[in-house]
């Protein structure tokens, strides 16, 4: 492989890779991530056909479908009354998942920076109205684990 891949692109295909499995129960995450890295990255296969899979990628994508109830559970609790998952577009949810996840497991990306990648992500994904959602849901989340964390 040429090309060294920045964490926002494989944030990309994390998206890419977790929007399909949201909808397709018999699509395996290996699967999932191959057809995410093929589509914005086909110059990773090699001439064995065979796939580069960056670590943190599978990191993300399986982190995610682990704490699925968690992070679920965690976005719900954060919406306004009367308002449930399934009224949300999907896209804003992986979005919000994977940052959830990064705030909460990998302690080596600030929380902020969790934050700010999703807003570029529903820049990518989505629309100004869901930048905005996902900005608020997250920030009101991040306050409240920085808040917990100075308890310890």
Not at 54 to 79: A, F, N, R, S, W
């Amino acid at each position: 492989m040429n090309k060294e891949l920045s964490r926002h692109d494989i944030r990309v295909m994390a998206v890419q890779a977790l929007f399909p499995l949201d909808f397709n129960e018999d699509l395996s995450r290996k699967d999932a991530i191959e057809q995410a890295i093929e589509l914005e990255h086909g110059e990773m296969i090699d001439e064995e056909q065979e796939k580069f899979i960056p670590e943190y990628l599978d990191i993300l994508v399986t982190g995610v479908c682990e704490h699925k109830v968690e992070l679920d559970q965690l976005i719900e609790t954060h919406l306004k009354k009367g308002w449930h998952l399934s009224r949300l577009s999907k896209m804003d949810v992986i979005v919000l998942k994977i940052a959830l996840f990064e705030m909460m497991y990998i302690e080596e990306v600030p929380g902020k920076v969790a934050v700010n990648e999703a807003i570029e992500l529903t820049k990518t994904f989505s629309d100004d109205q869901s930048r905005k959602f996902v900005n608020g849901i997250l920030s009101n989340i991040l306050k409240e684990l920085d808040e917990a964390n100075k308890e310890k």
